[in-house]
């Protein structure tokens, strides 16, 4: 199986910071890597698909990078409403996975 | 307008069986994959089970194997999940799930809203 590696696994940032979130896999899954934004009690929202698709309706100041076994989600100015976990996710290979996630928390 | 409405979860003793559905509006259901996930209170999330858009190919976890049936009825826009031999570790919030398609530029996946499976005596 994949292993996804997220860190930090929290992290505490004010409203306007950058903040970044890396994923590292335990193979190379080419860019078949998306993050996900998941507030409580609520399904998971998908940010990124192949690693830098932003999807529809997602703000800019979210983007991802990277390839191989190398992510990062990246907020480029941080909202009071980013307040979520954060889960990236691999669909290279069966068995699909997910890093255990990263709980952001606003200062 | 996408929508992808889940039912049948519920309390269910160990050792019994749910069958999950989860009916899909707003696009051409029988033109994409779909997989089911899963989350455990507290816990990450879980990816269970996938089907293609025919239903000919079929991956499951292996905590489900043998044990869960991922089916789907593209004439109605269904997608179900039968849970059988279910164990206190099948507790969780159940998710059907279309993967991100890009079309025209834009690029969408689209959950259901989960439905609870509370697996206790």
């Known amino acids: 199986d994949i292993q996804l590696t997220q860190s930090p696994s929290s992290l505490s940032a004010s409203v306007g910071d950058r903040v970044t979130i890396t994923c590292r896999a335990s193979q190379g899954i080419n860019n078949f890597l998306a993050w996900f934004q998941q507030k409580p009690g609520k399904a998971p929202k998908s940010l990124i698909s192949a690693a830098s698709t932003l999807q529809s309706g997602v703000p800019s100041r979210f983007s991802g990078s990277g390839s191989g076994t190398e992510f990062t989600l990246t907020i480029s100015s941080l909202q009071s409403e980013d307040l979520a976990t954060y889960y990236c996710?691999?669909?290279?290979?069966?068995?699909?996975?997910f890093g255990q996630g990263t709980k952001l928390e606003i200062k | 307008e996408v929508q992808m409405l889940q039912s049948g979860g519920g309390l269910v003793k160990p050792g019994g069986s749910l069958r999950l559905s989860c009916e899909v509006s707003?696009?051409?259901?029988?033109?994409?994959?779909m997989n089911w996930f899963r989350q455990a209170p507290g816990k990450g999330l879980e990816w269970v089970s996938f089907?293609?858009?025919?239903?000919?190919?079929?991956y499951y976890a292996d905590s489900v194997k043998g044990r869960f049936t991922v089916s789907r009825d593209n004439a109605n826009n269904l997608l179900f999940l039968q849970m059988n031999s279910l164990t206190a570790e099948d507790t969780a919030v159940y998710y059907c799930?279309?993967?991100?398609?890009?079309?025209?530029?834009?690029?969408?996946?689209?959950w259901g809203q989960g439905v609870l499976v509370t697996v206790s005596s």
């Open positions: 707003g696009f051409t259901f029988r033109n994409y994959i």
């Open positions: 089907i293609s858009h025919s239903g000919s190919s079929i």
């Open positions: 799930a279309r993967p991100s398609y890009c079309d025209a530029g834009s690029c969408n996946a689209y």
């Open positions: 996710h691999q669909y290279h290979s069966y068995p699909y996975t």
